[in-house]
């Protein structure tokens, strides 16, 4: 089994018009925004009054990446995530793959019936 990690850079920004501001994930919109200098930590003071804000907006992830030839051959091609929050929505190359409703589990989408071309032998 091949794997292809999708950690490390990527862009987020506030839905539905927010700068694209640069990501770490694995990681959290509030340590994004910390390191951007959008808010100060939460865990300081009263901080955590003046951004509680974040919580209540809607957030959007992106990445372009190009697949590992290696993962591409493999008979059965997945997209996992772990962690995601409690609420989302994931796509890949403008295709809903799906959504999440618990942050506490391993989400996984086949990836050859939305984007990628059958195996061939």
Known sequence: MQKQSLAGMWQFRQMPIGDWLPAIVPGGVHTDLMAAGRIPDPF??????????????DWEYTRTFTADPAVLAEEQVYL??????????????????????????????????????????
């Open 44 to 57: 300081v003071g009263d901080n955590e009054l003046a951004v509680q804000w974040v919580a209540e907006s």
């Open 80 to 121: 996992v995530c772990d962690g995601l929050d409690t609420l989302a929505e994931v796509w890949l190359n403008d295709q809903r793959l799906g959504s999440t409703d618990n942050m506490f589990r391993k989400y996984w989408w086949r990836l050859r019936p939305f984007c990628l071309p059958a195996r061939t032998r």
